[in-house]
């Protein structure tokens, strides 16, 4: 089960789409800003918002009813100021930054952090500010994940969303006959599938040990894994979802176990 977490797929959004390549109900003092943009300001943005490169959204009260808040923001360091717009390394470095602030935010650690269904997208200047010289990123956490055809309404502030036992409805479940065919949804909606538990395969430093060896690795533990979670039944089902090396060159590390379970 071959599926990318939500997490991850931030990461990969290094081009923008669509007839408006900064999202919707744009604001035009927003528009190509060389400025860092402002720190806690929310939007409601849209899974097609988040498929861009850049954004210019307006903002609205964080009060009102908002899908995305913008949680970190800063200059590119000093060794990516040459990069070209669409970098690979871009996508690196806000990985390791947005995750990172992401699990700060949230008040979690990596494992709990890989099974709740609020993501978080990064944005970058537009190409023609890129041209004139601007190097921000901007973090936001989002209201849904890679599947999300919506996304749902955040509280007025995400800061510490998940410290203690998190309420289901911000922790990912699944319907369907198997994780991969599936459909997320939050768990404290009808569900077949519940995200227990997730396995660390290898340290920061190390090669990629191929698609085979993490498949396994994950599939093993997350046998045993989900066996106790569950109580150690006679039988039970499980799933589990993998990654492969560019998500691996990106910063992951870890793989995310599922029980069978409608609880």
Same mark, same amino acid.
């Given at each position: 089960?071959?599926?990318?977490?939500?997490?991850?797929?931030?990461?990969?959004?290094?081009?923008?789409?669509?007839?408006?390549?900064?999202?919707?109900?744009?604001?035009?003092?927003?528009?190509?800003?060389?400025?860092?943009?402002?720190?806690?300001?929310?939007?409601?943005?849209?899974?097609?918002?988040?498929?861009?490169?850049?954004n210019?959204?307006?903002?609205?009260?964080?009060?009102?009813?908002?899908?995305?808040q913008? *949680?970190?923001?800063?200059?590119?360091?000093?060794?990516?100021?040459?990069?070209?717009?669409?970098?690979?390394?871009?996508?690196?470095?806000?990985?390791?930054?947005?995750?990172?602030?992401?699990?700060?935010?949230?008040?979690?650690?990596?494992?709990?952090?890989?099974?709740?269904?609020?993501?978080? %997208?990064?944005?970058?200047?537009?190409q023609?500010?890129?041209?004139?010289?601007?190097?921000w990123?901007?973090?936001?956490?989002?209201?849904?994940?890679? &599947?999300?055809? &919506? *996304?749902v309404?955040?509280?007025?502030?995400?800061?510490?969303?998940?410290?203690?036992?998190?309420?289901?409805?911000?922790?990912v479940c699944?319907?369907?006959?198997?994780?991969? %065919?599936?459909?997320?949804?939050?768990?404290?909606?009808?569900?077949?599938?519940?995200?227990?538990?997730?396995?660390?395969?290898?340290?920061?430093?190390?090669?990629?040990?191929?698609?085979?060896?993490?498949?396994?690795?994950?599939?093993?533990?997350?046998?045993?894994?989900?066996?106790?979670?569950?109580? *150690?039944?006679?039988?039970?089902?499980?799933?589990?979802?993998?990654?492969?090396?560019?998500?691996?060159?990106?910063?992951?590390?870890r793989?995310?176990?599922?029980?069978?379970?409608p609880?």
């Amino acid at each position: 089960m071959r599926l990318l977490p939500a997490l991850l797929l931030a990461t990969a959004l290094l081009v923008g789409c669509g007839t408006d390549p900064q999202g919707g109900d744009t604001d035009p003092d927003q528009v190509d800003a060389v400025e860092v943009p402002e720190l806690g300001a929310c939007r409601v943005l849209t899974p097609d918002d988040v498929a861009r490169a850049s954004n210019a959204t307006r903002t609205v009260p964080c009060s009102e009813r908002h899908t995305a808040q913008t *949680y970190a923001v800063g200059e590119l360091p000093e060794e990516l100021r040459d990069a070209a717009y669409d970098d690979e390394e871009l996508g690196a470095f806000a990985y390791q930054t947005c995750s990172k602030r992401f699990q700060e935010l949230l008040g979690a650690d990596e494992s709990l952090v890989m099974r709740t269904v609020v993501s978080w %997208a990064w944005f970058r200047p537009s190409q023609e500010a890129w041209e004139d010289g601007a190097r921000w990123y901007r973090c936001d956490i989002v209201g849904g994940g890679e &599947e999300s055809e &919506e *996304y749902v309404a955040l509280p007025e502030t995400a800061e510490g969303l998940l410290l203690g036992r998190p309420q289901d409805r911000w922790m990912v479940c699944a319907v369907g006959p198997s994780v991969d %065919a599936g459909t997320k949804v939050p768990c404290s909606r009808e569900h077949d599938w519940r995200a227990v538990t997730t396995i660390k395969v290898g340290d920061q430093d190390d090669e990629y040990p191929g698609d085979r060896v993490v498949e396994v690795t994950t599939r093993d533990f997350c046998s045993e894994s989900v066996g106790a979670w569950l109580g *150690y039944p006679v039988e039970y089902d499980f799933g589990f979802t993998w990654f492969h090396e560019a998500e691996w060159q990106a910063g992951n590390r870890r793989s995310v176990c599922w029980a069978r379970t409608p609880d």
